[in-house]
């Protein structure tokens, strides 16, 4: 694997080249529409011609971070560019359908914190050690003074907040809490952005939950909890894919539960899988590497060609036999 270059190398690309192009992974969370709007709002403020897409656009839930309607869905006819900046996206083909309607660029720059990211593209900025890829940003903006606006700090809270679990995960630092003091000196309202982003879920997520906990399995003695999502459901309930972020959360909650799986039925023929741990002996992103995805050690994901049955077989197996390692 490639080292990293440094974040001066690529500041020098930002500043001295003009047409750019900004993507990140399908299905996005907060960290990764965070980092596309930071970036292409940094580009904006540099005077640079600036694109950001995301195969799914800019979820509903998310609509309220500043300047959200930059974000497009990418266009059936492939576009080429100067420069193409891929954020918080471990296995290139994650992007999607953004990916595939780049025809061509002269300089690919890849920035994440998955530490299963192997560094692809021309320059390769991974710190493992960071909560977020918000906070690599965050470091970039600053160390190689580049713009940092009000919009760009609320865009890089957002997605710090949200990857860290609301400042609760483990990987989250003292550097953390340092950066977001700093965003909210530039202006972060925490009180109105933390509501948007934690307190305002439709009706509909809530009968989700219901739904999902009625088929909530414990397995492995009781140490993994798992729920599964039929296309079925997804269709009587009327549910957004977005929906289901952070549900896993609830029975990752669960006293004496070490690891958390959620399944959900996609309509190409694959199972969807994203998994929590609560301890790096239990490292979920090896699992995952085993059917093609990736991550942390503690939260990881991946999409399994099978039917719903036979993926939650097959990967509560894998992690079953991580407990078994000595």
């Keep these: 694997m490639k080292s990293n270059c440094s974040l001066a190398e690529i500041a020098e690309i930002l500043r001295t080249r003009q047409r750019f192009v900004v993507i990140s992974h399908m299905r996005p969370d907060g960290d990764a529409l965070g980092c596309t709007l930071a970036m292409a709002l940094c580009l904006r403020q540099l005077g640079k011609e600036v694109t950001a897409w995301n195969e799914d656009g800019v979820p509903e839930k998310f609509c309220y971070l500043p300047c959200s309607n930059m974000v497009a ?21 994650r992007a999607g359908a953004a990916r595939k309607a780049i025809a061509h660029a002269d300089v690919w720059i890849n920035i994440d914190h998955h530490h299963t990211n192997d560094r692809y593209g ?20 600053r160390q190689c003074d580049l ?10 809270f957002v997605a710090i907040s949200t ?9 989250t630092t003292a550097r953390t809490y340092e950066i977001a003091a700093d965003l909210i000196r530039l202006g972060v309202n925490v009180g109105d952005l933390s509501q948007k982003m934690y307190e305002s879920y439709p ?4 009968e989700l939950l219901r739904a999902l906990l009625n088929v909530l399995q414990l397995t492995s003695h009781d140490r993994v909890a798992s729920f599964a999502l039929s296309a079925a459901t997804t269709r009587a309930l009327g549910v957004l894919p977005e929906d289901n972020e952070g ?5 990752r909650a669960i006293e004496g539960v070490v690891v958390a799986a959620f399944f959900e039925e996609m309509g190409d023929g694959k199972i969807r899988i994203s998994l929590r741990s609560k301890t790096p002996k239990i490292d979920v992103s090896k699992v995952c590497g085993q059917f093609g995805g990736g991550g942390h050690k503690l ?24 407990f078994q390692q000595p």
Aim: hydrophobic letters at 45%; a negative charge.
């Design 163 to 171: 990857d860290t679990g609301s400042f609760q995960y483990p990987s």
């Design 73 to 93: 869905v990418p266009p059936s006819e492939p576009r080429s560019f100067e420069v193409a900046i891929v954020l918080d996206n471990a296995v290139e083909n």
């Design 122 to 141: 021309d320059l390769a900025y991974v710190d493992a050690t960071a909560p977020a890829a918000g906070q690599v940003l965050y470091e970039l903006f």
């Design 203 to 206: 009706r509909r997520r809530l």
């Design 147 to 156: 713009p940092l606006t009000y919009e760009m700090a609320d865009n890089l």
């Design 247 to 251: 549900l896993i959360d609830y029975i």
């Design 299 to 322: 939260a990881a994901g991946a999409r399994i060609a099978g039917t719903l049955a036979d993926v939650q077989e097959k990967v509560l197996q894998a992690i079953d036999h991580e």
